[in-house]
T-cell receptor, first 114, second 114 residues
Framework: AQSVTQLGSHVSVSEGALVLLRCNYSSSVPPYLFWYVQYPNQGLQLLLKYTSAATLVKGINGFEAEFKKSETSFHLTKPSAHMSDAAEYFCAVSQLYNFNKFYFGSGTKLNVKP | KAGVTQTPRYLIKTRGQQVTLSCSPISGHRSVSWYQQTPGQGLQFLFEYFSETQRNKGNFPGRFSGRQFSNSRSEMNVSTLELGDSALYLC?????????????FGPGTRLTVT
């Protein structure tokens, strides 16, 4: 069985501060992991993905995430928050042969204060 | 390339009615997945189609059904609508349908059941 837990439904940071959004997964086989961002009234946009290559994955808009098997984590970070980063972020897990059945976390709303 | 398109964007229906939502994937994509997004349950997988065949299904009642056409366009149908079916329905397309390929999401159809 697969599942994703995102700690913190709301995270607030100041502009220019570090962004850290947490994601822990549960998977019985090696997972594929994704981070998506959703702006109001829009669909989801892919930020980055882990597919068993490098454990440190760089994505768009300056985001990156590190796959840590021992901690079953895939936390999303960005060194310096920008006002435009305010959105909801979703972590998702999938498995080989599971044909696009993504399991999503409950989401984390990021607020960026000026 | 044009993105994933969903029609209509907004829909209001009455309990007991049925509804059909449409999704046009990115050109060349053969896999289409559907998700339901609600504040209480988050993003939940409905089903996935690849080359007109349903390959994967989530835990939804039989009132939720879908199909895919030879041009990869997909429709989902909800019969005998209930208030709890009010949600944002997201469609996502993928090129190969393999789990490690990212899914591209449409803007969604906001369904309100009164």
């Amino acid at each position: 069985a697969q599942s994703v837990t995102q700690l913190g439904s709301h995270v607030s940071v100041s502009e220019g501060a570090l962004v850290l959004l947490r994601c822990n997964y549960s998977s019985s086989v090696p997972p594929y992991l994704f981070w998506y961002v959703q702006y109001p009234n829009q669909g989801l946009q892919l930020l980055l993905k882990y597919t068993s290559a490098a454990t440190l994955v760089k994505g768009i808009n300056g985001f990156e995430a590190e796959f840590k098997k021992s901690e079953t984590s895939f936390h999303l970070t960005k060194p310096s928050a920008h006002m435009s980063d305010a959105a909801e972020y979703f972590c998702a897990v999938s498995q080989l042969y599971n044909f696009n059945k993504f399991y999503f976390g409950s989401g984390t709303k990021l607020n960026v204060k000026p | 390339k044009a993105g994933v398109t969903q029609t209509p964007r907004y829909l209001i229906k009455t309990r007991g009615q049925q509804v059909t939502l449409s999704c046009s994937p990115i050109s060349g994509h053969r896999s289409v997945s559907w998700y339901q997004q609600t504040p209480g349950q988050g993003l939940q997988f409905l089903f996935e189609y690849f080359s007109e065949t349903q390959r994967n299904k989530g835990n939804f009642p039989g009132r939720f059904s879908g199909r895919q056409f030879s041009n990869s366009r997909s429709e989902m149908n909800v019969s005998t609508l209930e208030l709890g079916d009010s949600a944002l329905y997201l469609c996502a397309s993928s090129s190969t349908g393999q789990a490690h390929y990212e899914q591209y999401f449409g803007p969604g159809t906001r369904l309100t059941v009164t």
